[in-house]
């Protein structure tokens, strides 16, 4: 399995960005699939994650962010409005082979793809 992220920058507060995940030889749909990640002293955080019935987003980016996936082309995407300073972080797509909720504990996924620096700042 190979996960590659993209799409971070940097972007003003109230900003949007779009990170997008590509999933090789790997099917999207059958285990969760999802976005961390990590701030500067900080563990890792489950900011959003989807399985094929459900998703999960951290309280703290409801309503701001909409993760997505495009499974003919093994595509996750997250959509990311309304960014705050605190959003900054590197973020990461992870999978899980045998979790089939979409989890936020990061030590449920298997499979990490390298990260994508976001940072939020005027």
């Given at each position: 399995v190979q996960l590659q992220a993209s799409g971070g920058g940097l972007?003003?507060?109230?900003?949007?960005?779009?990170?997008?995940?590509a999933a090789s030889r790997f099917t999207l749909d059958y285990y969760a699939?999802?976005?961390?990640?990590?701030?500067?002293?900080?563990?890792?955080?489950?900011?959003?994650?989807?399985s094929?019935?459900?998703?999960?987003?951290?309280?703290?980016?409801?309503?701001?962010?909409?993760?997505f996936r495009d499974s003919a082309e093994n595509m996750l995407y997250l959509q990311m409005d309304s960014l705050k300073p605190e959003d900054t972080a590197v973020y990461y797509c992870a999978i899980t082979d045998w979790v089939t909720i979409?989890?936020?504990?990061?030590y449920d996924y298997d499979y990490w793809g390298r990260g994508t620096e976001v940072t939020v700042s005027s």
């Open positions: 972007v003003q507060p109230g900003g949007s960005l779009r990170l997008s995940c699939i999802g976005w961390f990640r990590q701030a500067p002293g900080t563990e890792r955080e489950g900011v959003s994650c989807i094929s019935s459900s998703t999960y987003y951290a309280d703290s980016v409801k309503g701001r962010f909409t993760i979409p989890s936020p504990n990061p």
